[in-house]
């Protein structure tokens, strides 16, 4: 599975972006699929995941109420709405896959050591 995240930039604080995640590979309804970032002198972190069939999502605290994610997966692709943007969401923004056995629960969701394939990450920066 190859990933491509794209769509960051910089955006002033209180504005919105969309982040999208295009996968190459086939298959693609069945990974679960997760974002993370990774702030500067800081450690990767998630942000939100989503099952395979999109009927579970998972958000960290820090960005419930304000992120959204989504997928299509006739596009093979999964977003990441952002609105409501704070300059401590300035990150490189990573997407990543897949293929959890049973229930797509939070603790796996939410870890990203269970993350098999990653994208190259887009960046995205929230000017105060």
């Given at each position: 599975?190859?990933?491509?995240?794209?769509?960051?930039?910089?955006?002033?604080a209180g504005g919105s972006l969309r982040l999208s995640c295009a996968s190459s590979g086939r298959a693609f309804s069945s990974y679960g699929m997760g974002?993370?970032?990774?702030?500067p002198g800081k450690e990767r972190e998630?942000?939100?995941?989503?099952s395979r069939g999109g009927d579970s999502t998972y958000y960290?605290?820090?960005?419930?109420?304000?992120?959204?994610?989504?997928r299509d997966n006739a596009k093979n692709t999964v977003f990441l709405q952002m609105n409501s943007l704070?300059?401590?969401d300035t990150a490189v923004y990573y997407c990543a896959a897949n293929q959890f056995i049973g229930r797509f629960t939070a603790a796996q969701a939410m870890d990203?050591?269970?993350y098999e394939y990653w994208g190259q990450g887009t960046l995205v920066t929230v000017s105060s």
């Amino acid at each position: 599975v190859q990933l491509q995240a794209f769509g960051g930039g910089l955006v002033q604080a209180g504005g919105s972006l969309r982040l999208s995640c295009a996968s190459s590979g086939r298959a693609f309804s069945s990974y679960g699929m997760g974002w993370f970032r990774q702030a500067p002198g800081k450690e990767r972190e998630v942000v939100a995941a989503i099952s395979r069939g999109g009927d579970s999502t998972y958000y960290a605290d820090s960005v419930k109420g304000r992120f959204a994610i989504s997928r299509d997966n006739a596009k093979n692709t999964v977003f990441l709405q952002m609105n409501s943007l704070k300059p401590e969401d300035t990150a490189v923004y990573y997407c990543a896959a897949n293929q959890f056995i049973g229930r797509f629960t939070a603790a796996q969701a939410m870890d990203d050591n269970r993350y098999e394939y990653w994208g190259q990450g887009t960046l995205v920066t929230v000017s105060s």
